[in-house]
């Protein structure tokens, strides 16, 4: 009978120490999981800090173009009412 309670011992020591073995193993795989996540989320800032940088950019160069566009709108006016005053000015005084 002590034989059988000395089996029976090293059975369950051995069954404790494989699911030691596995918690440790899982154990590491959530750090490692965990680390690898970290390292994705560091990725993925400075990937949006970049691009909200860009953003910044163009929207600096929209920005500018409109405003070359609004002068530039403003001087065909002006050369078009010019144009159209020479016009008038040519048709009245005509041949």
Partial sequence: MAKE???SWQLNRQINV???IQLVLLASLIVGSWV???RQLDL???DVTY???CHK???QKLESLSAKSISYEYRL???E???SKADIVEGCSGP
């Fill in 5 to 7: 309670n000395s089996r």
């Fill in 18 to 20: 494989s699911v030691l």
């Fill in 44 to 46: 993925l800032q400075r």
């Fill in 36 to 38: 690898n996540l970290q």
């Fill in 51 to 53: 691009l909200c940088q």
């Fill in 81 to 83: 009412k010019h144009i």
């Fill in 57 to 59: 950019n163009v929207e």
């Fill in 77 to 79: 006016r002006a050369i």
